[in-house]
C-alpha cells in the first residue's frame, strides 16, 4: 500500500477546491438569460420586468426621440439610445431596480432582480 502524505493530499486537492468557486460563477454564467425592453409611445415594455442577477436585458428605442434606462440606485445606465438603436446592460445586483429615462420624467418601470 502507498504510503500517501497530508501534503500529497493537499497538494493534489487544494487546486480542485480552489476551482470550485469559479466553476460556480461559470454555471451562473452559463444559465444567464437575455431580456428585452422596448422603448415605444414614450414608455418602457414591458414596465416590470423579473431577472436573475447576471441576466442581461437589451433595450430598444423604436421612438424618434433619444431616451436612455438609468437605474435610480445607480446599478446600470444605458447612455443615450437613440431610434431604432439597441443597449445591452447586464444586471449585476439583486433586489428591486426602478428606473427612468433621463430626458422623460415620466418614462419609469421597474426591474426586479433576484
Known sequence: MPNISRRHVIA??????????????SARRARAA????EIKGFA???????V????????????????????????FDTGTIRRNKAVQVTISAAGTHGYRCKFHAAMKATLTAG
Open 12 to 25: 493534489t486537492a487544494l487546486p480542485a477546491i480552489a476551482a470550485l468557486p469559479l466553476l460556480a460563477i
Open 34 to 37: 437575455t431580456h428585452r425592453v
Open 44 to 50: 418602457f415594455s414591458p414596465a416590470s420586468l423579473n
Open 52 to 75: 436573475a442577477v447576471g441576466d442581461s436585458v437589451v433595450f430598444t428605442n423604436r421612438d424618434s426621440a433619444p431616451h436612455t434606462a438609468t437605474a435610480l440606485d445607480g446599478s
